[in-house]
Nanobody, 121 residues
Framework: QVQLVESGGGLVQPGGSLRLSCAAS????????MGWYRQSPGKQRELVAT???????TYADSVKDRFTISRDNAKNTIYLQMVSLKSEDTATYYC???????????????WGQGTQVTVSS
């Protein structure tokens, strides 16, 4: 079994910062891409940022220059540093990971439980 556990969400004022973490654990042979999605009520799920095992990154236009995704392969953990937060960043943030559990097994996408980020004064 593979688990992804997120942490770091909370309430922050506009212009503030938060750092989200997502740690993968369990039966892991190799981790490929990891990243963050977010979803708020009444809106479509949005891909926020991705990072490959080689540390290549991509970002949604809405968060470029404000969010930074990073990865610690030794800890099977990714981070999302968010600065200059806006009210429209309010959402539940979900991490995902593309993981191979066994050397001879298939790859699968696993999800965290979600962490709430609320930007409000």
């Amino acid at each position: 079994q593979v688990q992804l556990v997120e942490s770091g969400g909370g309430l922050v004022q506009p212009g503030g910062s938060l750092r989200l973490s997502c740690a993968a654990s369990g039966s892991i042979f190799s981790i490929y891409d990891m990243g963050w999605y977010r979803q708020s009520p009444g809106k479509q799920r949005e891909l926020v940022a991705t990072i490959s095992s080689a540390l290549w990154t991509t970002y949604a236009d809405s968060v470029k220059d404000r969010f930074t995704i990073s990865r610690d392969n030794a800890k099977n953990t990714i981070y999302l540093q968010m600065v200059s937060l806006k009210s429209e960043d309010t959402a539940t943030y979900y991490c995902y990971a593309d993981i191979k559990s066994r050397w001879n097994g298939p790859r699968g996408v696993y999800w965290g439980q979600g962490t709430q980020v609320t930007v409000s004064s």
